[in-house]
């Protein structure tokens, strides 16, 4: 009974706090439009950038691949081996962000914990973007390797890291998303990657957001950037709308992962009616530069649209929107006054954000029409009408 009452304690000191989580239940598929307690409402906070998680290719792909591989895949690779479906999606997304080879993973989470901790070790150094995603902050951590986190986007701290600790390691690397999740700006990569290589250091850039959305045939910031990293990982849930995530290296790199990444090697593979899934999507996101420039005029009229109502939105030319509120619980009303004019936007608190940073996170998609972006301004200009 002890444990429990500590239990109900911690539940009550995040409800305090202002940071008890109660996901909202969406009934039907994902969309421009969802459906919340029978009501439909615009979604503006879904990383379906480009509308592809209810496309009706996913869904024939998907139906195919139940037919012809079932649904699990039974146990991890290393046990049971690895079925077609797997390997086929492999090689498409090694070609599709030009690497030698891929490993499929059950998650963008799975990628990034298993990555990290599979490169580096005992004796080696990490050198980490102070706003990489917590799935990078945790592979460092579950490492052993000595981790030195450099101030976001700093180039110049860096490089002074570098050259303090890492003539003293056996290995290093250096680790940054591409497109920060949170705050919707890009990381230095061509800065990172000269630094990188000027000091004999790995690179591992995670393109998760970045991915299907910038650079030629949605092949991400590095290749918009003309910047090769060591390692690239990409998740599937995003613009690919459906699930998993890749990591993209040399063979070398790629081989040692599947032997060392404990949430590759201990978990059981992704459904390989996925993986079937995720082929026909990466056709679909190779031809969808139409959407791509919807997508980014869509976020730009937002961005200019809500500056003009007098919200803190920060600079950035990517689809994601922080909309910087500072107070968790007056973020948290923002929200629930936005969901009663029918627009979901999600808050964000700490500890995903730093504290004293909460914010409302937008992200519009490409299959967004017109006049759903006026609606959602029009909810936004009602609040501040009503304040």
Do not use: W
């Amino acid at each position: 009974m002890a444990f429990q009452t500590q239990i109900r304690e911690a539940l009550s000191d995040l409800e305090a706090a202002g940071l008890l989580r109660s996901p909202v239940r969406i009934s039907g598929p994902q969309g421009p439009e969802v459906e919340i307690d029978g009501r439909r409402v615009l979604c503006f906070c879904s990383n379906n950038y480009l509308g592809l998680a209810n496309h009706p290719a996913l869904v024939a792909a998907t139906e195919a691949g139940l037919h012809r591989e079932g649904v699990g895949a039974a146990s991890s690779r290393l046990i049971t081996g690895t079925m077609d479906a797997h390997r086929e999606a492999e090689v498409a997304y090694a070609n599709f962000v030009r690497a030698p080879a891929a490993a499929l993973f059950s998650s963008g989470y799975a990628a990034n914990v298993g990555t990290v901790q599979a490169l580096a070790g005992s004796g080696d150094v990490i050198f980490s973007d102070a706003l990489n995603h917590a799935s990078l902050i945790d592979g460092c951590r579950l490492s052993r390797a000595q981790v030195h986190v450099y101030s976001h986007r700093d180039v110049d701290h860096l490089e002074s890291l570098l050259r303090e600790h890492r003539p003293r390691s056996r290995r290093a690397l250096i680790i940054t998303d591409s497109l920060f999740s949170m705050d919707g700006v890009t990381a230095p990569l061509r800065g990172v990657a000269a630094l990188a290589q000027s000091f004999d250091a790995g690179l591992m850039v995670d393109e998760a957001h970045a991915l299907g959305v910038f650079g030629p045939d949605g092949r991400g910031l590095c290749a918009a950037q003309g910047v090769e990293p060591d390692v690239v990982v990409g998740t599937l849930g995003k613009s690919f709308g459906v699930a998993g995530a890749f990591t993209a290296a040399s063979e070398e790199i790629v081989s040692l992962i599947r032997n060392r990444a404990r949430s590759f090697v201990y978990s059981t593979a992704p459904p390989p009616l996925v993986a079937r899934a995720a082929i026909t999507a990466l056709h679909l996101v190779r031809e969808a530069g139409d959407a791509r420039k919807t997508l980014l005029a869509n976020a730009h009229k937002l961005r200019s649209e809500l500056r003009m109502l007098g919200f803190e939105v920060p600079d950035g030319e990517s689809q994601i929107l922080p909309v910087l509120i500072g107070d968790n619980d007056r973020t948290m009303r923002l929200s629930a006054k936005l969901l009663a004019r029918g627009v979901f936007v999600q808050g964000i608190r700490p500890p995903t954000v730093a504290e004293g940073t909460a914010r409302l996170r937008l992200t519009p998609m490409a299959t967004h029409r017109p006049e759903h972006i006026e609606r959602a301004i029009d909810a936004f200009a009602s609040i501040v009408r009503d304040q």
